[in-house]
């Protein structure tokens, strides 16, 4: 069986006198022991005078060898789940019983049943049973009895008996391949049927509710670091002193569940230093809980936007962080085992360090493409309006491109430290226009720091010539992003004139410049497009 079968049985051909035990008694007894435990186990957690449950139990058969059992649930499961985990997983054991195994262990998602003819759990078994009746011994064949007639009836006798072995060894391996087949399709069909299981494959901690609850301060509100579309962010400290965010996920069903699938099956395997660190989950009834590494300075947008705050960024730390989310989106895009859209790159969605690196979080709108694939197609368009490409906005087209698109953004608004939107001024327009229409008048350096000194006002006009680079109507005049940190990293590289950018709105038409074949989307009449002259140069 492969990694990705979420029950495993591993099993060892039985040494010593195992092979002398008739097959049908060593079964019968296997099982007595097996179905003892998972009743012990399931009645044990009723008896507990704490409250809580725990489902455990542990027995023994006297046979010859010694047989033990043992049987769990996790505590947050209810009788009804403990019962059906079991219950699959004892189901799921018999086929081997009868080919007297030395031990076998199933592990299941959420519960666990193994025997073995050595002990393996500390202290006494919780239960002692007896050992099964043995079955009744056949008196010998009439055609087996030796006579007179010496050799020639001897190996008749011992050609029929190979025969009968030979035969019997091979519907036992006809048998175990059907019976295999079968049960991994069953399996799958169970693994696509519950996400969660899926999860439960993913490594990262289980947390206990009560736990975070404790961290959270019963998830005070004075606790509260942020709240967005699918739930509420707390901070916690945990008993050894860790810090930890935790996020509440509004509904367990729904879109509330695939956002915890989303987010658990992908951090648990991403590794990176932009990228925000998973470090577990709870899932208790209605709540469902994401826990991830705490940043203390929380996110972009309280440094490049909220003034009141104080935070200030210097260009050597504006750039630091343009560099890193490009690197973040490197990973996802072209050095992960999947490649991974994000689908929701904004400024309060990149969190910044102590180090002031910038990690890119929430993954809960994250769509992965398989090997070969360059695009998909999805129904409903879900994101941030200000950041999401036109082709996904209107078309609903996921492409890696879109998020270069909102990269592109972010790098305008790092630089130029405005929003992407319309200000309290109605004659206003979005930063995209604006930035665009300093860049064809070449009055582009009004918009940066004026105290910039002169190589971090050129690697400033840099930045914005990728950013506009990045926000073009065509998916395909954007440069991927590799690209797009070798134009970073190289100042040498020549970069080609941009053209003008998406959902473009100049102050004297109304036109939208945007990919669209329905004419009833654009806002106003066609209208030609200068030609482009940049007049203020910076290094290249």
């Given at each position: 069986?492969?990694?990705?079968?979420?029950?495993?049985?591993?099993?060892?051909?039985?040494?010593?006198?195992?092979?002398?035990?008739?097959?049908a008694?060593?079964?019968?007894?296997?099982?007595?022991?097996?179905t003892?435990?998972?009743?012990r186990?399931?009645?044990?957690?009723?008896?507990?005078?704490?409250?809580?449950?725990?489902?455990?139990a542990?027995?023994?058969?006297?046979?010859d060898?010694?047989?033990?059992?043992?049987?769990?649930?996790?505590?947050?499961?209810?009788?009804?789940q403990?019962?059906g985990?079991?219950g699959?997983?004892?189901?799921?054991?018999?086929p081997f019983?009868s080919?007297?195994r030395?031990?076998?262990?199933?592990l299941?998602?959420?519960?666990?049943?193994?025997?073995?003819v050595?002990?393996?759990?500390?202290?006494?078994?919780?239960?002692?049973?007896?050992?099964?009746?043995?079955?009744?011994?056949?008196?010998?064949s009439?055609?087996?009895?030796p006579?007179?007639?010496?050799?020639?009836?001897?190996?008749?006798?011992?050609g029929?008996?190979?025969?009968?072995?030979?035969?019997v060894?091979?519907?036992?391996?006809l048998w175990?391949?059907f019976?295999?087949?079968?049960f991994?399709r069953?399996?799958?069909?169970?693994e696509?049927?519950?996400?969660l299981?899926?999860?439960?494959?993913?490594?990262?901690?289980?947390?206990?509710?009560?736990?975070?609850?404790?961290?959270?301060?019963?998830?005070?509100?004075n606790?509260?670091?942020g709240?967005?579309?699918?739930?509420?962010?707390?901070k916690?400290?945990?008993?050894?002193?860790?810090?930890?965010?935790?996020?509440?996920?509004?509904g367990?069903?729904?879109?509330?569940?695939?956002?915890l699938?989303?987010?658990?099956?992908?951090?648990a395997?991403?590794?990176?230093?932009?990228?925000?660190?998973?470090?577990?989950?709870?899932?208790h009834?209605?709540?469902?809980l994401?826990?991830?590494?705490?940043?203390?300075n929380?996110?972009?947008d309280?440094?490049?936007f909220d003034?009141n705050?104080?935070?200030?960024?210097n260009?050597?730390?504006?750039?630091?962080?343009?560099l890193?989310?490009?690197?973040?989106?490197?990973?996802l895009?072209e050095?992960?085992?999947?490649r991974?859209?994000?689908?929701?790159?904004?400024a309060?969605?990149?969190?910044?360090?102590?180090?002031?690196?910038?990690?890119?979080?929430?993954?809960?709108?994250a769509?992965?493409?398989?090997e070969g694939?360059?695009?998909?197609?999805?129904a409903?368009?879900?994101?941030?309006l200000g950041?999401?490409?036109?082709e996904?906005?209107?078309?609903?087209?996921?492409?890696?491109?879109?998020?270069?698109?909102?990269?592109?953004?972010?790098?305008?608004?790092?630089?130029?430290k405005?929003r992407n939107?319309?200000?309290?001024?109605?004659?206003?327009?979005?930063?995209?226009?604006?930035?665009?229409n300093?860049?064809?008048k070449?009055?582009?350096?009004?918009?940066?720091?004026?105290?910039?000194?002169?190589?971090?006002?050129?690697?400033?006009?840099?930045?914005?010539?990728?950013?506009?680079?990045?926000?073009q109507?065509?998916?395909?005049?954007?440069?991927?992003?590799?690209?797009?940190?070798?134009?970073?990293?190289?100042?040498?590289?020549?970069?080609?004139?941009?053209?003008?950018p998406?959902?473009f709105?100049g102050?004297?038409?109304?036109?939208?410049?945007?990919?669209s074949?329905?004419?009833?989307?654009?806002l106003?009449?066609d209208?030609?497009?200068n030609?482009?002259?940049?007049?203020?140069?910076?290094?290249?």
């Amino acid at each position: 069986m492969d990694l990705e079968t979420w029950i495993s049985i591993r099993i060892s051909q039985a040494p010593g006198n195992v092979s002398t035990v008739p097959s049908a008694w060593f079964s019968a007894a296997a099982t007595a022991v097996l179905t003892a435990v998972v009743d012990r186990a399931l009645a044990a957690q009723g008896n507990n005078s704490t409250g809580s449950k725990k489902y455990f139990a542990t027995a023994e058969v006297e046979f010859d060898p010694k047989i033990y059992a043992l049987a769990q649930c996790l505590p947050d499961m209810t009788p009804a789940q403990c019962q059906g985990c079991l219950g699959t997983n004892l189901q799921n054991q018999k086929p081997f019983l009868s080919i007297k195994r030395r031990w076998i262990i199933g592990l299941e998602t959420w519960c666990n049943l193994r025997y073995s003819v050595q002990p393996f759990f500390d202290g006494p078994a919780m239960l002692l049973l007896p050992a099964p009746p043995a079955p009744a011994v056949m008196p010998p064949s009439p055609s087996a009895t030796p006579d007179s007639g010496g050799a020639g009836n001897k190996t008749s006798a011992a050609g029929l008996s190979a025969g009968i072995a030979c035969s019997v060894v091979l519907i036992l391996v006809l048998w175990s391949i059907f019976a295999f087949v079968r049960f991994k399709r069953r399996t799958k069909t169970t693994e696509d049927d519950h996400p969660l299981k899926k999860i439960a494959r993913a490594q990262c901690t289980i947390f206990d509710l009560l736990a975070l609850q404790e961290a959270t301060e019963n998830f005070s509100q004075n606790n509260k670091l942020g709240e967005g579309g699918f739930g509420i962010v707390y901070k916690g400290i945990l008993p050894d002193g860790q810090e930890i965010a935790v996020k509440k996920l509004l509904g367990r069903t729904g879109h509330g569940l695939q956002q915890l699938h989303n987010e658990v099956l992908l951090l648990a395997e991403l590794q990176h230093k932009n990228l925000v660190r998973l470090q577990g989950f709870c899932s208790h009834r209605d709540d469902t809980l994401l826990v991830y590494e705490y940043i203390k300075n929380g996110s972009l947008d309280n440094f490049i936007f909220d003034t009141n705050e104080g935070n200030t960024l210097n260009w050597e730390q504006q750039y630091n962080i343009i560099l890193g989310i490009a690197k973040g989106i490197l990973y996802l895009h072209e050095d992960s085992s999947m490649r991974i859209i994000h689908r929701d790159l904004k400024a309060n969605n990149i969190l910044i360090d102590d180090d002031m690196d910038p990690k890119i979080a929430d993954f809960g709108l994250a769509r992965l493409l398989g090997e070969g694939h360059t695009n998909t197609r999805t129904a409903r368009a879900v994101g941030t309006l200000g950041y999401m490409a036109p082709e996904y906005a209107i078309h609903g087209l996921v492409s890696p491109k879109i998020d270069i698109f909102s990269f592109g953004v972010l790098v305008l608004e790092i630089v130029t430290k405005r929003r992407n939107s319309s200000s309290d001024d109605s004659d206003a327009v979005n930063l995209l226009s604006d930035v665009w229409n300093c860049w064809t008048k070449g009055t582009i350096s009004q918009m940066l720091d004026q105290s910039l000194h002169e190589n971090a006002r050129n690697q400033a006009l840099r930045c914005i010539h990728i950013g506009l680079m990045c926000v073009q109507s065509d998916a395909n005049d954007r440069p991927s992003i590799s690209s797009v940190i070798f134009m970073l990293t190289r100042d040498n590289m020549e970069i080609q004139a941009p053209a003008q950018p998406a959902f473009f709105f100049g102050r004297e038409s109304a036109l939208a410049s945007v990919p669209s074949d329905r004419s009833d989307f654009l806002l106003g009449m066609d209208v030609s497009v200068n030609g482009v002259t940049i007049t203020e140069l910076y290094p290249r």
